[in-house]
């Protein structure tokens, strides 16, 4: 169990290093942030926009007293999918997306011998293939969570008209009434936590990878069921923080 962690460590002390040429990283990132952030807007819209919309249809659902006003299915829906759908449903789609494509790329590199190449050359691999990632990843995750909040809300607003679950005029003024901007702060501070650990995890499991294609495929999906688990365990425990 400890050993793990170990070189968990490790590697992210060498992924800090500082850099020789930031030319040349800043290059990395600027993909990094494209390749995690902008190429995977399509599908976070997707996703939240239909979570907003059928969450508004199971709010309505479960409200069947005629004492409790359907202004509440906007403010229920609009804090639920700020503090906890927007950032967790994203960064577990992101975790299946982008932390299996880390651990797959980095552990490609080390059975074709790229990142043997590298170190022989006196570069410092960990921080030339993960510090990119890590900065890309925890940058545009909040990025991603503010869009999924936007359109999961919006989504519910669409859900909930044309249902017929819930008014246009009470589900907005549902969203707007006894309005807390701290869960907002919540949601980005579990965003960059766990753009961190998508990032650093996926490139843990890649790095260390030894055999073959086999093993790198085996690594890809460790990456991605260590990624959800400790995303979720951070999720609370940032949550028992914050709240």
Do not use: H
């Not at 169990?1 to 800043?26: A, C, D, N, V």
């Not at 290059?27 to 996703?47: N, P």
Request: with cysteine; aromatic share 10%; glycine share 10%.
């Amino acid at each position: 169990m400890f050993t793990p962690l170990g070189k968990y460590i490790l590697l992210l002390k060498l992924s800090f290093k500082r850099p020789e040429k930031w030319k040349i990283y800043w290059q990395q990132i600027a993909t990094q942030m494209t390749y995690i952030g902008v190429e995977s807007i399509g599908l976070i819209a997707i996703i939240s926009t239909f979570i907003g919309a059928v969450m508004t249809l199971q709010i309505a659902f479960q409200l069947t007293s005629d004492l409790i006003p359907r202004t509440i299915i906007g403010q229920v829906n609009r804090d639920s999918s700020i503090l906890e759908l927007s950032p967790t449903i994203t960064a577990l789609v992101m975790a299946g997306k982008i932390g299996s494509s880390i651990s797959s790329e980095i552990g490609t590199m080390r059975v074709t011998e790229q990142i043997d190449a590298l170190e022989i050359m006196g570069i410092n691999s960990p921080g030339y293939l993960i510090l990119p990632k890590i900065i890309a990843g925890i940058t545009m995750m909040p990025v991603l969570v503010i869009l999924a909040m936007f359109l999961s809300i919006l989504g519910g607003y669409f859900g909930g008209s044309l249902s017929g679950a819930v008014s246009p005029a009470d589900y907005i003024l549902g969203i707007t009434t006894n309005f807390n901007s701290y869960t907002i702060v919540v949601a980005l501070v579990k965003a960059v936590v766990f753009g961190f650990i998508i990032t650093t995890v996926g490139a843990y499991k890649g790095f260390y990878v030894n055999g073959g294609a086999v093993e790198v495929s085996q690594a890809s999906t460790s990456a991605v069921v260590v990624t959800c688990i400790s995303i979720l365990a951070s999720d609370y425990a940032v949550t028992q923080m914050l709240l």
